[in-house]
DNA sequence: AGCACGCCGACT
DNA sequence: GTCGGCGTGCTC
C-alpha cells in the first residue's frame, strides 16, 4: 500500500487541485479459488462520492461475460495493473457492510485454511435488503444510547474476569455446573450458569465501551444467553445475528452493528465475523461442540476464528465450558491461554454404576440398574428428571431374526430403524421403505429391533412410571425448557432442556455405546455430553451414569475435565495425532492429489494415503506441525488454483471409468476420516 | 465458470 | 486459399 501514495504532498487549496482520478480495487464475488485476489477498476465520475471500501458493487468481468457483486476493499490513487482498467458499474448500496476489520479477518482465515476470502465475507455480509436499509437510514437521529453500569461478576473471584476484559486477556473458563433463574420484563427463565457468567462478562465489556462478541452452538444454547443477556442488559444493546435467521433480519443486525455504541452480538459460529464497534471481547461457549465447525468451504472452526480475530484485534477472549477440548487444553499448555476456575467448586454429584441390573422384567429394566431405578422413582416425586440416551427414534438398529445381520437397505445399502412404535422400517441415509425387505445374507423375511432410542425408551419408562408425563426432546422435536413439575424428559444428547429448578435426577444412559463409537474424540465428546447433562441438575441431586467406568467416569466424577484433556493430549502427542498436529485432507483428481502432496515440504512418514474414494478421486491426509501449516496452506492453495485452471488433467482421460469431481479440494483440520487413514 | 484467442484438417 | 475444431489461458 505504502507504493501506492500519491506522489505529490497534497496542495493547501484542495478544493481545485485535480486529484488523480482514484481506482477502486475490488473482491470479486465468485467462486474461482482464481479470482480470490482484488481486481482494478477505474472510478466513474457519477460514482466517486459513494465509492467507498465496504460498499457493495456491480463491476463488469470480460470473461464470464456478465456484471459480477463485488465489494471495494480499498482506494488507490492508481493501480498497478498495466493494461486499462474498466469502470465499476454501479453501486449497490452506500453503506459499507464490509469494514476493514472483517476483510482483514477474512482474508488470514481463508489463507490459514487454503481458502477464498469471498467465501468468509458471504457468511459475514448478508445480501442486501432494500425495505430494510431504508427503514434503518430513516432513523436520522441516533440518540446516544444509556450507559451501562457494571455489575460485579460473581463466583470467580473478586474482579478476575473483569480484569481479564479490561487487560484483553485470553483464557480458558470453567463453568459452573448449576442452573440459575433470571428475570426480565416480569417473566424469569432458568438457564446455564455459563450463560449468567459470559452476560456479565458481556455487560462488563460494554460498560467499558466496548463491544462483545459471544459465539454459541445451537439455537438452545443463544435462547439461555438471550435470556441472560436480557436480564442485565437494555435491548438496543443485544443483536443477535445467526444463520437460522431470515435474510432481512440477518441484514437488519448486521446494519445495528455498523452503529458506533458498544454492544453485545451474539449468535453460532458465523458471528465471528460480525462487524463490531470497538471489539473488546469474544467469547465462545463450549468449543468442543461441532456445531462450532462450519460446513462450508473453507470450513472455519469458530474457535480459530475467534483466536485469529482476537489476535488482530486485541481483545480479550474468552473459552468457557463445562469441558476443556483438547484444542483448547492445548492452547493452554503452550502458555496461550490462561486458565480460571471458579473461586468456590461446585461439584454436582455422580455416581457410577457399572452395568447388571436389579430385575425389573420390562425392556428398558434391562439397561438400567436397580439403583439408577430409585434414583428416578425416589426424585420423581419432587420434579423433573432427565434420561440422556444415545440415539433418537425408535429402534435405531434392526437386523434379521433368522441370522442376526444388520438390516440394509435393498437400494442403498444403508442401515435400517424404526422412527416410532408403528413406523414401517425405513433406511437411514435414503429415507426408502423397507416394505418388501429379504435378509441379503439368509433370505429372512422378519425383523427384530436392536438397541433402544429415544421413543423406545420413552415408552418403557412411561408404562414403568404410570400417571407421570414423559417428555422426549430430539433434535426434531426440541424442546427448549421444561417446568419443575414431576416429569420424565427423554433427550438426546445434546438435545436435554433446560428445566425450572434443575432436575431432580439424571440417568445418563447407552454410555456404553456411545463410548464404542469410532472417532478419534469419542473420549472428549462423552465427557462433553454428561457433564453438560449433570450442569443441568438442582441442588442436591444425583446424576447417575449407567454402564461406563474407566478414566472417563472417573474424570466425571471428580469433575476434573482438564485433567482428562491434559492425559488425552498426552496421548494425541505420541500419536501425531490432531490437535498435536494440523492436518490437512486433500481430495481430488489422483493426479492432481499426488502433484499437490509431492509439492508440499513435509516428511514422507506425514502423508497418509492416497486411499480411493467411493464417489471416484482419491484423498490424502498430509499432518504436519503448527509452524508448517502456514507454508503448506499456501503451497495448497496455489495448488488449487492451478489444478482449476488448466484442464489437461480432463483431456487425458475422456473415458475414465469413475468421473471424480474435477479439480482439488483441502480441508483443514478435519479429525474425522483420520482414523480410517 | 464462460469466453476469446490460436493453431491444424476438410471445404465452397 | 479459409472455415472452424476445441485445447489453452484469462478475467482489472
Same mark, same amino acid.
Given at each position: ?42 472510478? !466513474? ?7 467507498? !471500501? ?214 453460532? %459460529? ?151 412404535? %408403528? ?20 433370505? /429372512? ?38 417446568? !419443575? ?11 436435554? !432442556? ?110 497418509? /494415503? ?68
Amino acid at each position: 500500500m505504502g507504493a501506492n501514495r500519491p506522489r505529490r504532498s497534497a496542495p493547501r487549496s484542495s478544493r481545485v487541485v485535480a486529484v488523480p482520478a482514484p481506482i477502486a480495487r475490488v473482491l470479486v464475488d465468485s467462486p474461482l479459488p482464481q479470482l480470490d485476489r482484488l481486481f482494478d477498476y477505474a472510478i !466513474p465520475k457519477s460514482l466517486t462520492d459513494a465509492a467507498l !471500501p465496504g460498499v457493495r458493487v456491480r463491476v463488469p468481468l470480460r470473461s464470464a461475460g456478465r456484471i459480477a457483486d463485488g465489494f471495494i476493499i480499498e482506494l488507490a490513487p492508481r493501480g498497478d495493473y498495466p493494461g486499462p482498467l474498466s469502470e465499476l458499474d454501479s453501486i449497490v448500496s452506500p453503506i459499507p457492510v464490509l469494514t476493514p476489520e472483517v476483510w482483514a479477518l477474512a482474508r488470514r482465515v481463508a489463507d490459514r485454511a487454503a481458502g477464498s476470502a469471498i467465501d468468509i465475507v458471504r457468511l459475514a455480509v448478508p445480501t442486501r435488503q432494500v425495505r430494510v436499509e431504508k427503514a434503518w437510514l430513516a432513523v436520522a437521529d441516533r440518540r446516544a444510547l444509556t450507559p451501562i453500569a457494571a455489575a460485579p461478576i460473581e463466583s470467580y473471584g473478586e474482579a478476575v474476569i473483569e480484569g481479564v476484559i479490561a487487560g484483553n486477556k485470553r483464557i480458558a473458563l470453567d463453568a459452573i455446573p448449576r442452573v440459575r433463574e433470571v428475570g426480565a420484563d416480569g417473566a424469569t427463565h432458568w438457564v446455564g450458569d455459563w450463560a449468567v457468567t459470559l452476560a456479565a462478562a458481556a455487560t462488563a465489556t460494554v460498560a467499558g465501551g466496548r463491544s462483545a462478541i459471544i459465539a454459541v452452538p445451537d439455537y438452545r444454547d443463544q435462547e439461555q444467553l438471550a435470556a441472560a443477556l436480557c436480564a442485565v442488559l437494555p435491548p438496543e444493546r443485544i443483536v443477535r445475528l445467526d444463520a437460522r435467521q431470515s435474510n432481512p433480519d440477518r441484514y437488519r443486525a448486521l446494519l445495528r452493528c455498523l452503529e458506533h455504541e458498544a454492544l453485545a452480538i451474539i449468535g453460532n %459460529r458465523s458471528v465471528l465475523y460480525a462487524p463490531a464497534p470497538t471489539l473488546g471481547l469474544i467469547a465462545v461457549w463450549d468449543d468442543g461442540d461441532p456445531l462450532h465447525s462450519e460446513p462450508l468451504a473453507p470450513y472455519v472452526h469458530t474457535r480459530d476464528a475467534a483466536l485469529v480475530r482476537q489476535q488482530q484485534q486485541g481483545t480479550a477472549l474468552i473459552f468457557a465450558g463445562h469441558t476443556r477440548s483438547t484444542d483448547v487444553e492445548r492452547l493452554v499448555e503452550v502458555g496461550h491461554l490462561g486458565s480460571v476456575s471458579p473461586e468456590r467448586l461446585i461439584l454436582p454429584k455422580i455416581v457410577p454404576t457399572m452395568q447388571q441390573s436389579g430385575g425389573d422384567r420390562l425392556a428398558a429394566g434391562a439397561r438400567i440398574p436397580s439403583s439408577a431405578w430409585s434414583t428416578a422413582r425416589k426424585a420423581l416425586e419432587s420434579g423433573p428428571v432427565l434420561i440422556q440416551v444415545g440415539r433418537p427414534g425408535y429402534a435405531p438398529r434392526l437386523a434379521c431374526v433368522d441370522c442376526g445381520q444388520t438390516a440394509r437397505c435393498v437400494r442403498c445399502e444403508g442401515p435400517l430403524a424404526q422412527r416410532s412404535a %408403528r413406523a414401517a422400517p425405513a433406511c437411514q441415509w435414503c429415507g426408502a421403505l423397507a416394505a418388501q425387505w429379504r435378509c441379503s445374507s439368509c433370505e /429372512g423375511s422378519h425383523l427384530r429391533s436392536i438397541g433402544f432410542g429415544a421413543a423406545r425408551t420413552a415408552e418403557d419408562l412411561g408404562r414403568a412410571f404410570p400417571g407421570v408425563r414423559v417428555v422426549v426432546a430430539d433434535g426434531e422435536r426440541p424442546v427448549m425448557t421444561i417446568g !419443575p413439575d414431576p416429569a420424565l424428559v427423554i433427550a438426546t444428547r445434546g438435545a436435554e !432442556p433446560v428445566a425450572d429448578g434443575g432436575y431432580r435426577a439424571v440417568l445418563l444412559l447407552d454410555g456404553e455405546r456411545m463410548v464404542a463409537r469410532e472417532s478419534l474424540r469419542v473420549g472428549e465428546d462423552c465427557l462433553r455430553w454428561w457433564s453438560n447433562a449433570a450442569a443441568l441438575c438442582g441442588p442436591g441431586a444425583t446424576t447417575v451414569l449407567v454402564g461406563v467406568g474407566g478414566d472417563l467416569a472417573s474424570a466425571l466424577v471428580t469433575w476434573r475435565q482438564a485433567d482428562y484433556a491434559r492425559a488425552e493430549l498426552v496421548d494425541r502427542h505420541r500419536l501425531r495425532f490432531p490437535p498435536a498436529v494440523r492436518v490437512a485432507t486433500i481430495t481430488g483428481t489422483s493426479d492432481a492429489v499426488s502433484v499437490a502432496v509431492a509439492s508440499l515440504a513435509v516428511a514422507p512418514e506425514d502423508v497418509l /494415503g492416497p486411499v480411493e474414494l467411493a464417489a471416484g478421486g482419491v484423498r490424502t491426509i498430509v499432518r504436519m506441525s503448527y509452524g508448517q501449516a502456514a507454508g503448506v496452506a499456501a503451497q495448497l492453495r496455489a495448488e488449487t488454483i492451478r489444478a482449476a485452471t488448466s484442464r489437461r488433467s480432463r483431456a487425458i482421460r475422456p473415458e475414465a471409468t469413475v468421473r471424480p469431481a474435477p479439480g482439488l479440494r483441502v480441508r483443514f483440520d478435519d479429525v474425522e476420516p483420520f482414523l480410517e487413514a
